[in-house]
């Protein structure tokens, strides 16, 4: 194993595992981590969500390594953690699947994670980089909202197991000093979003009805607020919070507060079209209508920023998306 530092070149070298790593945030953290010079990269992928070709480039350097396996079972697990400087968890399902599935979510999000931990703990690796969620605020009483904020007003499978293995790993830390950074992750979005997957980005939906020369449409006034962030800044975290020697939870976001709305005109002017938003009444109501991060303590401790701006952001995700399109399904393109 190499010996880790806090200084950002220590996992020149490095051995290290990516679960859920042929997702659209897992490959991307692949290539970084291609870029900074590691030895070895295991990615385990059960390939629900994430893609082979995801990986393509990766794959072809030599040093990746694709294990299609399942975080839930204990003997993969161990084998590929022995060894590893450093873990990235990232392998989730989506919080819309685990409404359908709640057992289902249990398995992958709670048991599934404890089990990448344990190994992690006993086999004494470097450091845990793990996939958190500003769900687990839900909606909160506080903007910007800060990593002290409790947990309380969440009402989500998804968002409960995200707090859950946060306290997994302090717990983890406690008993056995596994060194671990959680990142909560607000709203992610760019190249690889999945395209083909049941659970489609709004964003994608948008992209098809407007390329089809059909309005967005959004349910609803559109005033519901998001913090997005570029999916090659939540990569950048990921691999500078392997280095950066901090314990605890750090907020990702671009501290940015944008509305459904100005999302939808924002993506028209990129993909240079004159169509205005269509609106219709909303069918549900959504529990969490604003999310803005602060992002001082990952400034400040971990030493990121997000980089990437909201429309340099959309124009990467609409050429990529345009060069996906070919074997795209038609989708509805409908922001709820």
């Not at 030493?303 to 050429?319: K, N, P, T, Y």
Request: hydrophobic share 45%; proline share 3%.
């Amino acid at each position: 194993m190499a010996e880790l530092t806090p200084s950002f070149d220590s996992l020149h070298g490095a051995d290290v595992l990516v679960t859920g790593g042929a997702g659209t945030i897992g490959s991307t953290i692949v290539d970084r981590l291609l870029a900074t010079g590691v030895n070895r990269i295991d990615v385990l992928d059960n390939l629900v969500r994430g893609r082979r070709e995801n990986l393509e480039g990766a794959l072809a350097d030599g040093r990746v390594r694709l294990i299609e396996g399942d975080i839930r079972d204990r003997e993969v697990v161990d084998a590929l953690v022995r060894g590893k400087d450093v873990v990235f968890h990232q392998a989730a399902i989506r919080i819309t699947q685990c409404a359908e599935d709640p057992r289902l979510a249990f398995d992958v999000l709670a048991q599934g994670s404890f089990t990448v931990f344990e190994a992690a703990a006993a086999h004494r690796v470097g450091r845990v980089v793990a996939a958190s969620s500003a769900s687990i605020y839900g909606l909160a009483t506080r903007f910007p909202t800060h990593e002290r904020h409790h947990p309380y007003a969440n009402d989500t499978i998804y968002g409960a197991a995200k707090a859950f293995n946060e306290g997994m790993l302090t717990s983890f830390g406690a008993m056995s000093g596994l060194p671990s950074t959680a990142l909560r992750y607000f709203n992610v979005y760019g190249p690889r979003m999945d395209v083909h997957g049941l659970y489609t980005e709004v964003l994608v939906r948008w992209m098809e009805r407007i390329e089809s020369g059909v309005p967005p449409l959004i349910l609803g006034d559109g005033s519901q607020t998001m913090d997005f962030v570029h999916v090659d800044d939540v990569a950048r975290a990921n691999v500078i919070a392997a280095t950066a020697g901090r314990d605890g939870a750090f907020n990702i976001g671009s501290g940015v507060e944008t509305s459904l709305l100005d999302l939808a005109r924002t993506l028209l002017h990129v993909m240079e079209s004159d169509l205005e938003v269509e609106f219709a009444p909303a069918r549900t109501v959504n529990s969490v209508t604003r999310r803005l991060a602060d992002t001082r303590a990952a400034r400040d401790e971990l030493g990121f920023a997000a980089d990437v701006d909201l429309e340099s952001g959309l124009r990467s995700l609409v050429h990529w998306w345009r060069g996906e399109r070919t074997d795209a399904p038609t989708l509805t393109g409908v922001a709820r």
